[in-house]
Structure formats: C-alpha cells, structure tokens
C-alpha cells in the first residue's frame, strides 16, 4: 500500500552514532536527502524537518539499539508515526528492490520506500524501568563475556613461562576489576526490580523453575519487559527467534528445519542454560527432552524445543499470575528408558 497515496509522507532515518540520514517524500515529490548530527539538537531539528509541511508523516528507522532510541523518542513523544523494523526485514527489502550498494544514503531511501509500502507497525516505547533494568542487564552480559576472555587468557599466560609475571598480574586485577564492577551491577538492578511491584512478582515467578537462578531470571526478565503487553505466545516465541524455519522446494531440495534466528538474541541465550540445568534436574523437563530424542532429534534439537516450552511456560505464568508447575510441561505417559542428559560441551549455544 502506497501511504503518500492516502495522506501520509513517508521517511525514512538511518542511525548511525554521529550522524541521521533522513528521506523524506512529500505527496508525489522526493525531498533532497538532508543529513543531522545525531545529539538532542539534531533529534530536535529533524523534528521541525518532518513537520513543515503540516501531512502526517510515518517514519521508518531500524533497530539499532541505543544510537537510534533518543531519536525514537523524541519523536515518539512528538506524536509522529513511528516503525521501528527488524534490520533483517530492511535487508531483504533492500534486496528485491535489487540494491546492490550500501551506503547511509542509499540505506535512507530503502527504509523510506518500506515506510511507503510496507504495512505499518507503530512502535511502542518501553517504560522507564524497563529501559533501566534492560541496560544495566545488557552491561552485565557485556561485562561477563570480557570476564570470561579475561580468565582464558590468564589460563593461557600461566602455561606458560616464556611471558613475564607481569602480564599475569595485569590478567588477574583486570578479572577482579570487573568481578567488581559486576557485583556492583548486580545490587543495582535487584535494586530497580525491588521498586517494581511486578517486576518484583515476575522475579518470583521466574525463580520457581527448576534451573533458574538471579542471573539468568534478571536476564530473561529484562528481555520480556520490552514486549507489548498484547503481544501472545507464537509472538513470543517469534521475538526469540525460536520459531522453525523450513527450507523446502518441490521434491528435490529439502533441508532440515532449523530455528530462524530473527530474533532477540539476548533472549535465546539467557534461556539456553536454564535450560540445560532444567533437563538434568526437573523429572517433567527431563521426561520432555527424553520424549523428543526418542523420536529422532539430536541433542541440540531436544535443547532448543526445550528452551522454546520454558517461554512458553513463561507466558501462561505471567499471564495467570502462578508459579511453575512442571506437570503443565510435559506430562510423560510411561516411564521411558533414560536418555543421555547434554554435556554443556558437547551442545552448542544456539
């Protein structure tokens, strides 16, 4: 559907950290690309620029974490039209209007002309606790890789004797530098959660798992708290990009289903070790990822459709408001011969 065609301007914003990139067609007419820095003043300025005319505007931007979401909004808040895409969705859009190059110009026009054609799906900014539990958990992911990188490197430097003591020294108090540091974190967002009422409760609730500890459940809890409140199960799952994606053409080409990945992926890997812990501990977990080798799917098949049924006990518990019941998991009909639990390396992470 063409939105100039019944009474709105398409444009279009590509985000990068210094610089916003706006195409904007007014009726029948493309407007000269025109380019903002990317700070309060420019958020503000790009504003006057989509409002001129007086039509309504809807914006496309895609989704790009924190350079675009001061821009998100202040124009939100400014009460213009705005879709917030999936850079993948932008991608292939790119690609049947056969864009070849890439540039921010370029990149601008394509979001414009899906603003233009696509179906619209306003944004909905997340609350103000959620934007503060979400960056304090994302930091707390970040911190915990550079940690682990850190503690492979101070293993590699002590086996060897070729390198100084030094470099060991500077390893070990980089390591106690961000053991600190994600302490610190991690008092500061149980903080945020305890002056949350609900977040508060879905803490509990999510608590109530076999195989769910605070980390993770901070984790989960602060990917969720982005979702609509309306949003139901399949689009859950669809956000975690747990849902399968088939690969199949008339008789000769049939590839295997795998999960589509075009989702949060924060998500997906604060749910893969829950998990695994919830398989080698809850019987119904376990009867539930034996259910699924015996019928032929391989280790981390049985994982991922596992990691799949825990959101999905995640959404009736917090839709319902009750802790977990495994019995609503999987309900084994007799007892099965024991099928070998995953190694955590031996299954990759998805």
């Given at each position: 559907?063409?939105?100039?065609?019944?009474?709105?301007?398409?444009?279009?914003?590509?985000?990068?950290?210094?610089?916003?990139?706006?195409?904007?067609?007014?009726?029948?007419?493309?407007?000269?690309?025109?380019?903002?820095?990317?700070?309060?003043?420019?958020h503000q300025a790009i504003l006057?620029?989509?409002?001129?005319?007086?039509?309504?505007?809807?914006?496309?931007?895609?989704?790009?974490?924190?350079?675009?979401?001061?821009?998100?909004?202040?124009?939100?808040?400014?009460?213009?039209?705005?879709?917030?895409?999936?850079?993948?969705?932008?991608?292939?859009?790119?690609?049947?209007?056969?864009?070849?190059?890439?540039?921010?110009?370029?990149?601008?026009?394509?979001?414009?002309?899906?603003?233009?054609?696509?179906?619209?799906?306003?944004?909905?900014?997340?609350?103000?606790?959620?934007?503060?539990?979400?960056?304090?958990?994302?930091?707390?992911?970040?911190?915990?890789?550079?940690?682990?990188?850190?503690?492979?490197?101070?293993?590699?430097?002590?086996?060897?004797?070729?390198?100084?003591?030094?470099?060991?020294?500077?390893?070990?108090?980089?390591?106690?530098?961000?053991?600190?540091?994600?302490?610190?974190?991690?008092?500061?967002?149980?903080?945020?959660?305890?002056?949350?009422?609900?977040?508060?409760?879905?803490?509990?609730?999510?608590?109530?798992?076999?195989?769910?500890?605070?980390?993770?459940?901070?984790?989960?809890?602060a990917e969720l708290t982005l979702?609509?409140?309306?949003?139901?199960?399949?689009?859950?799952?669809?956000?975690?990009?747990?849902?399968?994606?088939?690969?199949?053409?008339?008789?000769?080409?049939?590839?295997?289903?795998?999960?589509?990945?075009?989702?949060?992926?924060?998500?997906?890997?604060?749910?893969?070790?829950?998990?695994?812990?919830?398989?080698?501990?809850?019987?119904?977990?376990?009867?539930?990822?034996?259910?699924?080798?015996?019928?032929?799917?391989?280790?981390?098949?049985?994982?991922?459709?596992?990691?799949?049924?825990?959101?999905?006990?995640?959404?009736?518990?917090?839709?319902?408001?009750?802790?977990?019941?495994?019995?609503?998991?999987?309900?084994?009909?007799?007892?099965?011969?024991?099928?070998?639990?995953?190694?955590?390396?031996?299954?990759?992470?998805?």
């Amino acid at each position: 559907m063409n939105n100039s065609l019944i009474g709105f301007d398409p444009c279009g914003i590509e985000v990068s950290h210094l610089i916003l990139v706006a195409a904007l067609r007014c009726g029948d007419h493309d407007q000269t690309l025109r380019e903002f820095p990317n700070t309060p003043e420019g958020h503000q300025a790009i504003l006057r620029f989509l409002t001129r005319s007086g039509r309504p505007v809807r914006v496309a931007m895609e989704s790009t974490g924190l350079y675009g979401l001061d821009l998100a909004l202040c124009l939100h808040g400014a009460g213009v039209a705005l879709m917030v895409a999936n850079p993948r969705a932008v991608r292939h859009f790119g690609q049947a209007l056969l864009q070849r190059s890439k540039n921010d110009q370029l990149d601008a026009v394509v979001l414009r002309e899906f603003a233009d054609r696509m179906p619209f799906q306003p944004w909905h900014p997340p609350s103000a606790a959620a934007l503060k539990l979400v960056g304090v958990a994302r930091r707390l992911e970040a911190l915990t890789d550079m940690l682990t990188a850190e503690k492979n490197r101070l293993h590699a430097a002590s086996l060897s004797e070729a390198l100084p003591a030094i470099i060991r020294r500077d390893l070990q108090r980089s390591i106690q530098t961000q053991q600190r540091a994600i302490a610190r974190l991690t008092r500061a967002v149980q903080e945020f959660i305890a002056e949350d009422r609900q977040l508060t409760r879905r803490m509990e609730l999510l608590l109530s798992i076999p195989g769910f500890g605070t980390t993770s459940a901070v984790h989960i809890l602060a990917e969720l708290t982005l979702l609509p409140a309306g949003m139901d199960v399949r689009q859950w799952v669809a956000y975690a990009g747990l849902d399968p994606r088939e690969y199949s053409s008339g008789t000769s080409v049939q590839k295997k289903v795998r999960i589509s990945k075009a989702g949060n992926k924060h998500l997906r890997r604060a749910l893969y070790m829950p998990a695994l812990v919830a398989v080698r501990h809850d019987p119904q977990v376990r009867a539930y990822y034996e259910h699924l080798q015996a019928r032929g799917k391989t280790k981390l098949q049985a994982l991922v459709a596992t990691m799949r049924k825990l959101l999905h006990a995640i959404y009736g518990m917090f839709k319902h408001d009750q802790l977990f019941d495994n019995l609503k998991v999987y309900a084994a009909p007799t007892a099965a011969a024991p099928a070998p639990v995953p190694d955590p390396k031996e299954v990759l992470c998805p």
